[in-house]
């Protein structure tokens, strides 16, 4: 079990064991629920919808297309 400090501004760091754990790193956001009895449950909050899209192909080809290939692409519905 890990034992975090509550600091006087009322924050709390988390250890890198833990982001690792949550698949996060600094500047993620986290999701907090509060839970019956003075618990928490903590989880990774999903990437914006945008964010998964522009990432969802990086580094998956080497091809640049053009404005008139997007232009096209985008006529077209992908």
Do not use: C, Y
């Not at 698949?23 to 003075?38: C, F, I, K, T």
């Not at 998964?52 to 404005?67: D, N, P, Q, R, Y």
């Amino acid at each position: 079990m890990t034992t975090l400090t509550i600091t006087s501004k009322g924050q709390v760091t988390f250890r890198k064991e833990l982001l690792k754990h949550l698949n996060s790193q600094p500047g993620d956001r986290l999701e907090v629920q509060l839970l019956p009895g003075g618990r928490l449950e903590v989880k990774a909050a999903p990437a914006a919808d945008v964010d998964v899209f522009l990432g969802l192909l990086e580094g998956k080809t080497a091809k640049v297309a053009s404005i008139e290939e997007i232009d096209a692409a985008a006529r077209e519905g992908w």
